[in-house]
Every structure is written in C-alpha cells, then in structure tokens.
C-alpha cells in the first residue's frame, strides 16, 4: 500500500502562484510515475502532469508553460509548481502515485485550489 498527502492548496488570485507537494510513503518502489491530476466541479478529473522516476515529464496543453512538475526521490516527494494561475485552474487537485511494475494506481485525498478572477 502507498498513502498520499497533498498539501498547499489555498485561494488565489488570477495571475498568482501556488505550490502543492505530495509525500508518498508506504510501499514506495524504484519504478514508478507520480503525478497530479485535477477535478472542477462537473468535469471529470484529468491529467495535469506527470514525471517518472526518471524524470520524464508530460504535461496537459492547457498548463504548458505554466506549471512545472518535480519530484525529490530521496524524500518521496512531487510538487507542482503553478504560475500564472487562472480561474479555470480551480479544481481539486489530486496526487497520483502509478507502480510501473505492478500497475497499482493510488490516490491522495486531494487538495482545493481555488483562483479568483
């Protein structure tokens, strides 16, 4: 089993920043993605970024060049770095964590981030 806690959401106004981190722990193997993962209300959740262990990234068109995700190993940890926030950037913001050897999928409880106009 892997637990995920989100943390830094908050309110903000457009044009503003905001960092969310994710500490996993548990059963944290070598071989694994990490990402986030957003849902507004009456939208389904989607993908906003995601990075390997290897450090390979992939990002949602809408926050290219605007979010930057990264992830510190030794301490189990992905961020979510979001600048130049929008209104359509509020959503609940999850933390995913995806065994690449087992393929067990798991999920923070989620974190609200909420931009003003």
């Known amino acids: 089993q892997v637990q995920l806690v989100e943390s830094g959401g908050g309110l903000v106004q457009a044009g503003g920043s905001l960092r969310l981190s994710c500490l996993a722990s548990?059963?944290?193997?070598?071989?694994?993605?990490m990402g986030w993962y957003r849902q507004a209300p009456g939208k389904q959740r989607e993908l906003v970024a995601t990075?390997?262990?290897?450090?390979?990234?992939n990002y949602a068109d809408s926050v290219l060049g605007r979010f930057t995700i990264s992830r510190d190993n030794a301490k189990n940890t992905v961020y979510l770095q979001m600048n130049s926030l929008k209104p359509e950037d509020t959503a609940v913001y999850y933390c995913?964590?995806?065994?690449?050897?087992?393929?067990?999928?798991?999920w923070g409880q989620g974190t609200q981030v909420t931009v003003s106009s």
């Open positions: 990075i390997s262990n290897y450090g390979r990234t």
């Open positions: 548990g059963s944290i193997f070598r071989l694994n993605t």
């Open positions: 995913n964590y995806w065994d690449t050897v087992t393929t067990r999928n798991y």
